[in-house]
């Protein structure tokens, strides 16, 4: 494949391509170095921006450090993310052609305060980068931090932007164990 990095109406640089992608390919290898949850958070509590990409479970993080780092959410996306015996792939959901923007779904989880806004701009934008498992978890912490009952662990998390990048199926198993 043939990727250059360059400004995106998206946000901040994207990832292109000079070549056709046919449907099915696998377009660039999520690399970089394994974190523990753990670890990820205390390494980037403080940052303004990571690139982590959650595996599994979310147990383990890739602390992306590679072409597809600069790859940018749409919710409207041309790949996804597969997860193949630990590694991850950005694989083309359909024919992308020459000089188009790479995008995936995001689906951010664990996110903190941060709204994760989406500019993506697709025409069903869902106006975040968050998953829709994870929209659903945090409008029900937000409707119980609004009871009395549940302010207790309410807002206590420091806003964080994170983008904890995980494959749609490991997302939503996420939200759901939180
Ligand atoms: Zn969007």
């Not at 450090?65 to 996306?77: G, Y």
């Not at 931090?145 to 206590?156: E, I, N, V």
């Amino acid at each position: 494949m043939a990727l250059i990095i360059r400004s995106s109406a998206i946000h901040a640089a994207g990832c292109y391509t000079t070549t056709r992608i046919r449907k099915g390919a696998r377009v660039v290898e999520y690399t970089g170095h394994r974190l523990s949850k753990v670890e990820g958070d205390q390494v980037y509590d403080s940052s303004g921006v990571t690139y982590l990409f959650g595996l599994g479970d979310g147990s383990v993080v890739i602390d992306g450090h590679s072409m597809a780092m600069f790859i940018n959410h749409s919710c409207q996306p041309n790949c996804e993310t597969e997860e193949i015996d630990g590694r991850v792939w950005i694989t083309a959901i359909r024919n992308i052609a020459a000089g188009e923007e790479i995008t995936y779904d995001y689906c951010l989880y664990d996110g903190g305060e941060d709204e994760a806004v989406c500019n993506c701009g697709a025409e069903k934008c869902r106006g975040t980068m968050y998953s829709r498992a994870e929209m659903k978890s945090r409008r029900a912490a937000r409707e119980k931090a609004a009871a009395p009952r549940g302010r207790r662990s309410a807002g206590r998390r420091k806003a964080r932007r994170k983008k904890s990048l995980t494959a749609r199926a490991a997302g939503d198993a996420i939200a759901r164990a939180t």
